[in-house]
T-cell receptor, first 115, second 114 residues
Protein backbone atom coordinates (compact mmCIF):
# COMPACT_ATOMS: atom_id res chain seq x y z
CA UNK A 1 0.00 0.00 0.00
CA UNK A 2 0.84 3.67 -0.04
CA UNK A 3 3.49 5.01 2.32
CA UNK A 4 3.94 8.72 2.98
CA UNK A 5 7.00 10.05 4.78
CA UNK A 6 7.02 13.60 6.16
CA UNK A 7 9.94 15.70 7.38
CA UNK A 8 10.76 17.37 9.65
CA UNK A 9 8.68 16.22 12.59
CA UNK A 10 9.16 19.55 14.34
CA UNK A 11 10.02 22.95 12.92
CA UNK A 12 10.60 26.19 14.75
CA UNK A 13 10.93 29.49 12.88
CA UNK A 14 10.99 33.15 13.70
CA UNK A 15 7.97 35.23 12.74
CA UNK A 16 8.38 36.48 9.20
CA UNK A 17 10.65 33.63 8.14
CA UNK A 18 9.67 30.91 5.68
CA UNK A 19 8.84 27.31 6.58
CA UNK A 20 9.19 24.28 4.32
CA UNK A 21 7.78 20.81 4.98
CA UNK A 22 8.59 17.92 2.68
CA UNK A 23 6.82 14.65 1.91
CA UNK A 24 7.56 11.64 -0.24
CA UNK A 25 5.09 8.99 -1.36
CA UNK A 26 5.51 5.48 -2.68
CA UNK A 27 2.43 4.74 -4.81
CA UNK A 28 2.94 5.98 -8.35
CA UNK A 29 -0.83 5.79 -8.87
CA UNK A 30 -1.43 8.56 -6.32
CA UNK A 31 -2.54 11.74 -8.03
CA UNK A 32 -4.02 13.96 -5.32
CA UNK A 33 -1.90 15.54 -2.59
CA UNK A 34 -3.63 17.65 0.07
CA UNK A 35 -2.11 19.47 3.02
CA UNK A 36 -3.96 19.85 6.29
CA UNK A 37 -3.50 22.09 9.31
CA UNK A 38 -4.62 20.80 12.69
CA UNK A 39 -4.97 23.08 15.66
CA UNK A 40 -5.38 21.90 19.22
CA UNK A 41 -8.79 20.38 19.84
CA UNK A 42 -9.82 20.53 16.21
CA UNK A 43 -9.90 18.21 13.23
CA UNK A 44 -7.51 18.63 10.29
CA UNK A 45 -8.45 21.47 7.98
CA UNK A 46 -7.51 21.50 4.31
CA UNK A 47 -5.24 24.44 3.53
CA UNK A 48 -4.10 23.65 0.00
CA UNK A 49 -4.04 20.72 -2.39
CA UNK A 50 -2.44 19.81 -5.69
CA UNK A 51 -3.29 17.30 -8.36
CA UNK A 52 -0.73 15.40 -10.39
CA UNK A 53 -1.30 17.37 -13.59
CA UNK A 54 0.08 20.51 -11.89
CA UNK A 55 3.62 21.16 -10.68
CA UNK A 56 2.95 24.09 -8.39
CA UNK A 57 0.03 25.85 -6.77
CA UNK A 58 -0.03 29.00 -4.69
CA UNK A 59 -2.59 30.59 -2.39
CA UNK A 60 -1.42 33.83 -0.80
CA UNK A 61 1.39 32.88 1.64
CA UNK A 62 1.07 29.15 1.03
CA UNK A 63 2.42 27.20 -1.92
CA UNK A 64 2.79 23.53 -2.76
CA UNK A 65 5.16 21.97 -5.28
CA UNK A 66 4.97 18.48 -6.74
CA UNK A 67 7.68 16.41 -8.41
CA UNK A 68 5.96 13.32 -9.77
CA UNK A 69 9.17 11.78 -11.04
CA UNK A 70 10.77 11.91 -7.61
CA UNK A 71 7.43 11.25 -5.85
CA UNK A 72 8.04 14.26 -3.72
CA UNK A 73 5.88 17.24 -2.72
CA UNK A 74 6.47 20.16 -0.41
CA UNK A 75 4.57 22.85 1.48
CA UNK A 76 6.02 26.35 1.60
CA UNK A 77 4.74 28.99 3.99
CA UNK A 78 6.17 32.47 3.58
CA UNK A 79 6.05 35.39 6.01
CA UNK A 80 5.06 33.10 8.85
CA UNK A 81 2.85 34.43 11.63
CA UNK A 82 2.23 33.10 15.17
CA UNK A 83 -1.21 31.90 14.09
CA UNK A 84 0.50 29.54 11.63
CA UNK A 85 1.65 27.50 14.65
CA UNK A 86 -0.07 24.11 14.37
CA UNK A 87 0.49 20.53 13.23
CA UNK A 88 0.64 20.13 9.45
CA UNK A 89 -0.09 16.87 7.65
CA UNK A 90 0.55 15.90 4.08
CA UNK A 91 -1.46 13.15 2.43
CA UNK A 92 -1.63 11.19 -0.81
CA UNK A 93 -4.49 9.49 -2.53
CA UNK A 94 -5.30 7.71 -5.77
CA UNK A 95 -7.74 9.29 -8.13
CA UNK A 96 -11.32 8.34 -8.84
CA UNK A 97 -14.50 8.52 -6.83
CA UNK A 98 -13.98 5.06 -5.36
CA UNK A 99 -10.81 6.27 -3.62
CA UNK A 100 -12.30 9.55 -2.46
CA UNK A 101 -12.18 8.80 1.25
CA UNK A 102 -9.02 6.75 1.45
CA UNK A 103 -5.99 8.97 2.00
CA UNK A 104 -2.62 8.02 3.45
CA UNK A 105 -1.21 10.64 5.79
CA UNK A 106 2.28 11.61 6.81
CA UNK A 107 3.14 11.62 10.51
CA UNK A 108 2.78 15.38 10.82
CA UNK A 109 5.03 18.38 11.42
CA UNK A 110 4.63 20.55 14.50
CA UNK A 111 5.34 24.10 13.38
CA UNK A 112 6.09 26.73 15.99
CA UNK A 113 6.36 30.35 14.92
CA UNK A 114 8.09 32.48 17.53
CA UNK A 115 6.98 36.13 17.79
CA UNK B 1 -23.38 25.70 5.77
CA UNK B 2 -22.94 23.45 8.80
CA UNK B 3 -19.71 21.45 8.97
CA UNK B 4 -19.15 17.83 9.87
CA UNK B 5 -20.60 17.10 13.30
CA UNK B 6 -19.28 14.32 15.50
CA UNK B 7 -20.80 13.14 18.75
CA UNK B 8 -19.90 12.61 21.46
CA UNK B 9 -16.80 14.80 21.62
CA UNK B 10 -15.33 13.02 24.62
CA UNK B 11 -16.00 9.67 26.23
CA UNK B 12 -14.40 7.31 28.68
CA UNK B 13 -14.88 3.55 28.56
CA UNK B 14 -13.34 0.55 30.25
CA UNK B 15 -11.68 -2.44 28.62
CA UNK B 16 -14.14 -4.94 27.20
CA UNK B 17 -16.92 -2.42 26.68
CA UNK B 18 -18.15 -1.28 23.32
CA UNK B 19 -18.64 2.21 21.93
CA UNK B 20 -20.64 3.83 19.15
CA UNK B 21 -19.59 7.13 17.59
CA UNK B 22 -21.76 9.25 15.33
CA UNK B 23 -21.00 11.48 12.37
CA UNK B 24 -23.29 13.85 10.48
CA UNK B 25 -21.71 14.90 7.18
CA UNK B 26 -22.06 18.21 5.42
CA UNK B 27 -25.41 18.44 3.72
CA UNK B 28 -25.18 16.92 0.25
CA UNK B 29 -22.04 14.92 0.98
CA UNK B 30 -22.62 11.23 0.41
CA UNK B 31 -19.18 9.89 1.25
CA UNK B 32 -18.17 9.49 4.90
CA UNK B 33 -14.74 8.28 5.96
CA UNK B 34 -13.41 7.43 9.40
CA UNK B 35 -9.85 7.82 10.63
CA UNK B 36 -8.10 6.95 13.88
CA UNK B 37 -5.53 9.43 15.16
CA UNK B 38 -3.00 8.44 17.81
CA UNK B 39 0.35 9.97 18.79
CA UNK B 40 2.20 6.79 17.84
CA UNK B 41 0.45 5.79 14.61
CA UNK B 42 -0.70 9.13 13.27
CA UNK B 43 -3.82 9.30 11.11
CA UNK B 44 -4.91 5.89 9.91
CA UNK B 45 -7.80 5.13 7.57
CA UNK B 46 -10.52 2.94 9.05
CA UNK B 47 -13.22 2.75 6.38
CA UNK B 48 -15.33 4.74 3.97
CA UNK B 49 -19.04 4.57 3.29
CA UNK B 50 -20.88 5.79 0.22
CA UNK B 51 -24.60 5.38 -0.37
CA UNK B 52 -24.93 3.10 2.66
CA UNK B 53 -22.22 0.72 1.37
CA UNK B 54 -18.71 0.26 2.66
CA UNK B 55 -16.51 1.20 -0.27
CA UNK B 56 -13.04 1.00 1.27
CA UNK B 57 -11.58 -0.56 4.36
CA UNK B 58 -8.29 -0.04 6.16
CA UNK B 59 -6.22 -2.55 8.10
CA UNK B 60 -8.11 -2.70 11.36
CA UNK B 61 -9.50 -5.77 13.13
CA UNK B 62 -13.12 -6.79 12.83
CA UNK B 63 -13.86 -5.16 16.19
CA UNK B 64 -14.08 -1.93 14.25
CA UNK B 65 -17.23 -1.63 12.19
CA UNK B 66 -19.43 1.04 10.75
CA UNK B 67 -22.56 1.79 8.86
CA UNK B 68 -24.20 4.58 6.95
CA UNK B 69 -27.83 5.53 6.92
CA UNK B 70 -29.99 6.73 4.03
CA UNK B 71 -29.49 10.35 5.13
CA UNK B 72 -25.69 9.82 4.86
CA UNK B 73 -25.17 9.98 8.61
CA UNK B 74 -22.68 7.38 9.74
CA UNK B 75 -21.82 5.52 12.88
CA UNK B 76 -18.77 3.52 13.82
CA UNK B 77 -18.65 0.89 16.51
CA UNK B 78 -15.73 -0.58 18.40
CA UNK B 79 -16.44 -3.74 20.37
CA UNK B 80 -14.41 -5.37 23.12
CA UNK B 81 -12.40 -2.21 23.73
CA UNK B 82 -8.67 -2.45 24.36
CA UNK B 83 -6.36 0.12 25.95
CA UNK B 84 -4.79 0.69 22.54
CA UNK B 85 -8.11 1.88 21.13
CA UNK B 86 -7.69 5.14 23.01
CA UNK B 87 -7.53 7.71 20.25
CA UNK B 88 -9.16 10.62 18.48
CA UNK B 89 -11.64 9.25 15.96
CA UNK B 90 -12.15 11.58 13.05
CA UNK B 91 -14.92 11.56 10.52
CA UNK B 92 -14.62 13.26 7.14
CA UNK B 93 -17.18 13.80 4.41
CA UNK B 94 -16.83 14.63 0.73
CA UNK B 95 -18.78 15.11 -2.44
CA UNK B 96 -18.11 13.10 -5.55
CA UNK B 97 -17.19 13.86 -9.08
CA UNK B 98 -14.45 15.60 -11.01
CA UNK B 99 -12.71 18.30 -9.03
CA UNK B 100 -14.39 17.20 -5.84
CA UNK B 101 -13.53 14.43 -3.41
CA UNK B 102 -12.04 16.93 -0.97
CA UNK B 103 -12.24 15.70 2.62
CA UNK B 104 -13.76 17.94 5.27
CA UNK B 105 -13.07 16.70 8.79
CA UNK B 106 -15.09 17.00 11.94
CA UNK B 107 -13.56 17.90 15.30
CA UNK B 108 -13.38 14.27 16.33
CA UNK B 109 -14.50 12.07 19.18
CA UNK B 110 -11.82 11.51 21.79
CA UNK B 111 -12.08 8.03 23.27
CA UNK B 112 -10.22 7.07 26.41
CA UNK B 113 -10.17 3.39 27.38
CA UNK B 114 -9.28 2.64 31.00
Amino acid sequence: GENVEQHPSTLSVQEGDSAVIKCTYSDSASNYFPWYKQELGKGPQLIIDIRSNVGEKKDQRIAVTLNKTAKHFSLHITETQPEDSAVYFCAARRGGDTNAGKSTFGDGTTLTVKP
Amino acid sequence: KAGVTQTPRYLIKTRGQQVTLSCSPISGHRSVSWYQQTPGQGLQFLFEYFSETQRNKGNFPGRFSGRQFSNSRSEMNVSTLELGDSALYLCASSTQGAGANVLTFGAGSRLTVL
